[in-house]
């Protein structure tokens, strides 16, 4: 059984700044509303035999964006980014250029580029982990697609074990 969100319809939303390192036209600090569609596809479970309460999903989707909105996307693991925090700013450069920003204003996420599609994996793999602390164990797949706009995305199905 698949469960499905449209992110446009349900709010699932955040407006953030991101720089796509080394593109031509992207490298540059600019941003998005993105909105967030999740479809989870697993066996019926639980007294009420859902595969997930809507509530339930639509909650840790809310709390991902929530986390990321109003503030610059920065990719943790990109190989070519070098970062540095003195006091409560965090410097970063990239090739020839070199940046600063306040603490507050930034997030730095365990990806290697802030793409659609590496925050699709990014969005996928923080689902899972929150899904499995809540004890699901009856998804079988969760599938994530980040919108830099309508019409304009990138999905990503994350298989997991089902128990």
């Known amino acids: 059984m698949m469960l499905e969100l449209n992110g446009l ?10 720089i796509v390192f080394g593109h031509p036209t992207c490298g540059v600090i600019h941003g998005h509303s993105y909105y967030v569609d999740v ?54 450069k990239y090739e020839n250029k070199e940046y600063s920003i306040p603490v507050e204003d930034v997030i730095l996420l ?5 793409t659609a599609e590496d925050l699709a994996i990014y ?17 079988n797949w969760i599938e994530v697609s980040i919108n830099e ?6 999905c990503y199905r994350k298989y997991l074990e089902v128990k």
């Open 39 to 92: 479809k989870l596809y697993g066996e019926r479970a639980g007294d009420f035999k859902f595969v997930c309460d809507f509530k339930i999903i639509k909650k840790i989707v809310k709390e991902i964006c929530d986390e990321l909105d109003h503030k610059l996307i920065l990719p943790k693991n990109h190989e070519h980014v070098y970062y540095e925090l003195r006091d409560k700013t965090l410097y970063f």
């Open 123 to 139: 969005f996928a793999n923080e689902i899972a982990d929150r899904l499995k602390n809540l004890g699901f164990s009856n998804i």
């Open 149 to 154: 706009g309508i019409g304009q995305g990138a």
């Open 9 to 18: 319809h349900a709010g699932l939303r955040f407006s953030s700044a991101h």
């Open 110 to 114: 365990p990806i290697p580029s802030t």
